[in-house]
């Protein structure tokens, strides 16, 4: 049985479990990345040393750059959706002497001089 899907329709936030393994699957990617260049750079080493030079300091300076956006921290809180925009138009005002101050006796045409 799969597990549907919850729709998001607040501003809030993606849950911390959520962010955290969004996080983890961008440094673990990193790596991969920073793995195969170390490969390329001992399998191209006798081919061409300027590509397992490149290759190398690609293996050198990615685990930096992994760690970093790694520990970047929570995504910001999403926007309100749009679709809760609301053309707010206030009711009309009351006509004067019909309101809540006028008597019970009196009427709107009674209260005129």
């Known amino acids: 049985?799969?597990?549907?899907?919850a729709i998001r329709?607040?501003?809030?936030r993606s849950s911390l479990t959520d962010d955290v393994?969004?996080?983890q699957r961008?440094?673990?990617?990193?790596?991969?990345?920073?793995?195969?260049?170390?490969?390329?750079?001992v399998v191209l080493w006798q081919e061409s040393r300027i590509a397992a030079i490149?290759?190398?300091v690609g293996g050198t300076i990615i685990p930096y750059f992994a760690v970093v956006?790694?520990?970047?921290?929570?995504?910001?809180?999403?926007k309100q959706p749009?679709?809760?925009?609301?053309?707010?138009?206030?009711?009309?005002?009351?006509?004067?002497?019909?309101?809540?101050?006028?008597?019970e006796g009196e009427s709107s045409t009674d209260a005129q001089p």
């Not at 961008?26 to 750079?41: E, H, K, P």
């Not at 790694?70 to 995504?75: D, L, Y």
Request: net charge positive; hydrophobic share 50%; glycine share 10%.
């Open 69 to 78: 956006v790694a520990n970047a921290g929570r995504e910001g809180a999403p």
């Open 9 to 12: 329709i607040t501003g809030a």
């Open 82 to 103: 749009d679709s809760f925009a609301v053309d707010f138009r206030p009711p009309p005002a009351l006509a004067p002497g019909t309101g809540a101050g006028a008597s």
């Open 26 to 41: 961008r440094y673990m990617f990193s790596m991969l990345v920073r793995t195969v260049c170390v490969i390329l750079a």
């Open 54 to 56: 490149v290759a190398l």
């Open 21 to 23: 393994r969004a996080r």
């Open 1 to 5: 049985m799969s597990k549907a899907k």
